[in-house]
């Protein structure tokens, strides 16, 4: 299914549900295993008992007719518990004026995601939840898996893809660091933000990033950027005034002149950030809000698939 002509259908994010599902319909038919594991009762396979095996999984029967002891496996497909964390700070907003038809700013990009895989994990009867968080924790929702909860999920999804941005920076440490106080078991942690914070912010990034790890959940991050702008600095030659959204602080120069050491400088932080969570065993998705969204979407349940086999 070709996701530019359904956005092609909407002026806004007013239809963000039924967006989500006819995606997820185009998507879902394609994957045989879930490219998300869980924790289910349905029998599997058998695998030969280890001693520190939990004897309840013992197939007794099995064990009467060949006086072997066999573990059931079960088959990891539902009862996931998969938390979204998003970032709703103001440099999310950019650029501004965005989200109609197949034009994205980040965090209407992160939302419509979002969206998409609480759809698909809908259709496993699986949980999830969301926070949004900027200087505060704005919202908490935790895991559930009924349609009421899915609903109410992409109401608030859709007021922030829409909100008018107020100056709010990002404390993305410190909301981590509650974000693992809160979750009552072990989750997939699914966080987007474009991470655009000083370095000593980073640095508590990570602190928050390892306390979930601590407590046995997979984190995946997606990064969330306008690779054009943000990364190639490519804005002309003509002199720009360039406005910071978290503070309003503005730089009126010529881009061309700052673009190669911009470009230097933005390509050892990316380097940086990817290098320290690969070195924390935590999945980094470098996400383009100028590319495809099929095609994003796409690539990350491919992965997800083909590393589950």
């Not at 859709?158 to 660091?177: A, C, M, V, W």
């Not at 990364?231 to 503005?250: A, C, H, R, V, Y």
Request: aromatic share 12%; with cysteine; charged share 25%.
């Amino acid at each position: 299914m070709d996701i530019k002509k359904i956005l092609s259908k909407f002026s806004g994010f007013s239809n963000l549900n039924f967006l989500a599902t006819q995606v997820v319909e185009g998507q879902i038919s394609g994957l045989h295993p879930s490219p998300f594991h869980g924790f289910s009762s349905e029998f599997a396979e058998h695998k030969t008992y280890n001693i520190g095996d939990n004897l309840k999984h013992v197939d007794w029967k099995l064990y009467g007719k060949t006086d072997k002891l066999f573990i059931k496996k079960f088959q990891d497909e539902t009862n996931l518990r998969c938390h979204f964390i998003l970032d709703t700070s103001s440099s999310m907003y950019y650029p501004k004026a965005q989200n109609t038809k197949n034009s994205f700013n980040k965090v209407g990009y992160s939302c419509l995601t979002i969206a998409y895989l609480m759809e698909l994990l809908k259709k496993q009867r699986d949980r999830f939840g969301l926070s949004l968080f900027n200087e505060d924790c704005d919202f908490f929702a935790p895991e559930r898996g009924n349609q009421r909860h899915f609903m109410n999920l992409l109401e608030m999804l859709e007021k922030t893809s829409l909100e008018i941005p107020k100056l709010q920076k990002t404390d993305i440490g410190s909301h981590l660091h509650k974000v693992s106080q809160k979750l009552q078991k072990r989750s997939m942690v699914v966080l987007f933000s474009d991470l655009m914070h000083p370095k000593k912010d980073l640095e508590a990034f990570f602190e928050g990033i390892n306390h979930l790890r601590h407590q046995q959940n997979e984190v995946i991050i997606f990064h969330t950027l306008d690779t054009q702008t943000e990364i190639d600095f490519q804005l002309g030659d003509e002199p720009k005034k360039l406005i910071d959204l978290e503070t309003n602080e503005s730089l009126t120069l010529f881009p061309d002149e700052y673009q190669k050491s911009y470009q230097e400088q933005t390509k050892q932080w990316l380097k940086e950030i990817k290098t320290t969570a690969l070195k924390h065993k935590i999945s980094y998705y470098h996400t383009d809000i100028q590319k495809d969204f099929y095609k994003t979407i796409t690539t990350f349940l491919n992965v997800r698939e083909k590393n589950s086999k």
